[in-house]
């Protein structure tokens, strides 16, 4: 049992892995046929391994039992579920179909999902080797599973594939708009802030607005993430200090 209790976080991080391998292989059997419940499915996946992927730290940390290896498994399943499955998973609801009729807007959409991929593996080797370097408070560009998160919301809520070249350039778009923010400098708030009454009322808040909006729900949240935090780095740089701003680490 004291050998067996060390598997138990890399059994949950291969459950994530599962929700999103899974999340591939319906985003591929769906490429052509364009059933917006599968393309749905594919995306609640993703959400899904994003549970795991918080759970099997918070089962490391609550058995005593986190590892190297545990850590170097956690940082590999990030990459697939939250680069390659969502990239991929844009690529056939953005292009594959009208991709048919428009083979330079596959190759298009083929080089923003590898745009958006490539991102995610970037900012997560910054951040493997900035940590203790940064302030805990802030991740330093938004996080690969925030930015997987984001991308897939649009597809939970219009599930329909894209029917039009506006559709696609909206997808095109989305897709070099958060890589660019998760290779980017800018500071977003993390878990880690300092609990507080309002952060309570606005959990509150946040679980109302999922009851009445549902699948809407997610693409407003991120809509206020992005604007909100970019608001809050143009006013740190403008010196406004209403927010502490994150502390600079000397090395």
């Known amino acids: 049992m004291r050998r067996a209790k060390f598997a138990l976080p890399s059994m949950v991080t291969l459950m994530s892995i599962a929700c999103g391998f899974g999340s591939i292989v319906i985003s591929v059997d769906n490429a052509l046929v364009g059933s917006p419940q599968d393309y749905r499915l594919a995306a609640i996946l993703l959400v899904l391994a994003g549970v795991f992927d918080a ?40 292009f594959v179909q009208l991709g048919v009729d428009h083979p330079t ?40 599973t925030a930015g997987a998160a984001c991308v897939a919301s649009v597809v939970v809520a ?26 980017s400098t800018v500071r977003f708030p993390s878990s880690k802030q300092k609990k507080s009454w309002t952060a309570l009322v606005l959990l509150l808040v946040n679980l109302g607005l999922l009851a009445w909006l549902q699948a809407a729900y997610f693409v407003l949240f991120f809509a206020v993430y992005i604007v909100g935090t970019l608001a809050l780095n143009l006013g740190w740089r403008t010196g406004w200090k209403g927010v502490a701003p994150p502390a600079v680490y000397e090395d």
């Open 158 to 183: 219009w599930p329909d594939p894209a029917a039009s070249m506006w559709h696609a350039g909206l997808v095109v778009a989305l897709l070099f708009m958060v890589g660019s923010l998760m290779v």
């Open 105 to 144: 807007l596959l190759r298009m959409g083929g080089i923003a999902s590898f745009f958006f991929v490539a991102c995610g593996a970037l900012r997560l080797a910054r951040f493997n080797v900035n940590v203790g370097r940064t302030d805990p408070r802030y991740f330093v560009g938004m996080p690969i």
């Open 55 to 94: 759970l099997d730290g918070f089962v490391a940390r609550a058995t005593n039992t986190a590892s190297e290896f545990g850590m170097q498994l956690d940082s590999i399943a990030d990459v697939m579920n939250f680069g390659c499955a969502p990239g991929l998973l844009l690529y056939c609801y953005g």
